[in-house]
């Protein structure tokens, strides 16, 4: 089975803090994402990566920062935390090919920012 | 901004009965649609994906799609209590020569015994 690990489950930080959060995947996929899902709009894409070192914004990058160095590894980076970042923040990866549309998901981090 | 709008319920059905989610969106040149379902407090899981006008039935479920009028739906036969979960529909479009994903904000269903 594919598995997305989220390094934490509940994470609490204060505004202007820069704040990590890390996602690794074992399938040994191309493709990696950063969403982020809030009560009443859904999962909006942050940002995305199809390869190592490449990313590219999503439709809500503001505020974000992602680095990957290796394919396992994407890390979603807040520069200064801001209390509107508050919400719950999943990572998902894909296989290249074939529209990368069956996204598999980690159990997501639920970030507050006092 | 290409968008994908849900009713957000809840949608409140008896078991056994026929649930009926639907879904509609705003890029026409989008082929690809899928559903993902997602129980509380857990992640989102693909549960169906449909890419040409019809049905396309898969055990109790069955996703529609009808590209001239941009809607596809989602029936789920025979409803179970473990059913009650939040159904995403998602869109594959294009966008800065990337395909990606959109979701719906998700249809809240709630089948009691």
């Known amino acids: 089975d594919v598995k997305v690990t989220q390094s934490s489950r509940y994470l609490v930080k204060r505004t202007g803090e820069k704040v990590f959060l890390e996602c690794v995947q074992d399938?040994?996929?191309?493709?990696m994402f950063w969403y982020r899902q809030d009560p009443g709009l859904g999962l909006r894409l942050i940002y995305f990566?199809?390869?190592?070192?490449?990313?590219e914004k999503g439709d809500i990058p503001e505020g974000y920062s992602v680095s990957r160095e290796k394919k396992e590894r994407f890390s979603l980076i807040l520069e200064s935390a801001s209390t509107n970042q508050t919400s719950m923040y999943l990572c998902?990866?894909?296989?290249?090919?074939?529209?990368?549309?069956?996204?598999?998901f980690g159990s997501g981090t639920q970030l507050s920012v006092l | 901004q290409k968008e994908v709008e849900q009713n957000s319920g809840p949608l409140s059905v008896p078991e056994g009965a026929i649930a009926s989610l639907n879904c509609t969106y705003s890029d026409r040149v989008s082929q690809s649609f899928f559903w993902y379902r997602q129980y509380s407090g857990k992640s989102p899981e693909l549960i169906m994906s449909i890419y040409s006008n019809g049905d396309k039935e898969d055990g109790r479920f069955t996703a529609q799609l009808n590209k001239a009028s941009q809607y596809v739906s989602l029936l789920i036969r025979d409803s179970q209590p473990s059913d009650s979960a939040t159904y995403l529909c998602a869109v594959k479009t294009e966008a800065g020569g990337y395909n990606k994903l959109i979701f719906g904000a998700g249809t809240r269903l709630a089948v009691h015994p």
């Open positions: 399938m040994d996929h191309e493709n």
């Open positions: 998902a990866s894909s296989l290249r090919g074939g529209g990368n549309e069956k996204l598999f």
């Open positions: 990566s199809y390869d190592v070192k490449m990313k």
